[in-house]
């Protein structure tokens, strides 16, 4: 029983969102994830697409659809949260995939929550 409550206890930490540190929130989940680990799950895919596999009937994704899911959803917050009239950041799932590898590459200790801040920001240079 002790085991138990130990291991969920682990559990529970382990997927607990934490504060990063240039960031005034918590972030969750894919975000607080490592360059490396988003460069190492993209490297046998082509820019903007995910794996998938079947396997006894059912169907699932490799882990780099899911750092693309969390991308993806904080840029379509962002976009929520502009202001009317500034313009929305429109990327492809590809542009965005080879942005962030390219990033990840120089950057392989950060984390893709600072990869993905990076991104806007670039995007914002633009508008």
């Keep these: 029983m002790f085991r138990c409550i130990v291991s969920a206890l ?5 997927t607990a969102p934490s504060r990063a540190e240039n960031a005034n929130a918590f972030i969750y989940s894919y975000g607080l994830k490592r360059c490396g ?10 820019p903007g ?3 998938l ?6 169907k699932f994704f490799d882990e780099s659809a899911s750092f693309m ?5 904080y840029l379509s917050a962002v976009n929520m949260m502009r202001a ?7 990327l492809d799932n590809a542009a965005v995939d080879l942005w962030l ?5 120089a950057h392989p200790t950060a984390s893709i929550f600072d990869g993905t801040v990076a991104l806007v920001a670039e995007e914002n240079k633009g508008q």
């Design 101 to 105: 590898r390219n990033w990840c590459d």
């Design 69 to 73: 899911n969390w991308v993806l959803g």
């Design 10 to 14: 682990v559990l529970g930490l382990a």
């Design 53 to 58: 596999r079947t396997a006894d009937g059912r």
């Design 49 to 51: 697409k995910a794996i």
């Design 37 to 46: 680990a988003f460069v190492a799950a993209e490297a046998d895919n082509h």
């Design 84 to 90: 009317p009239g500034k313009p929305s950041i429109e």
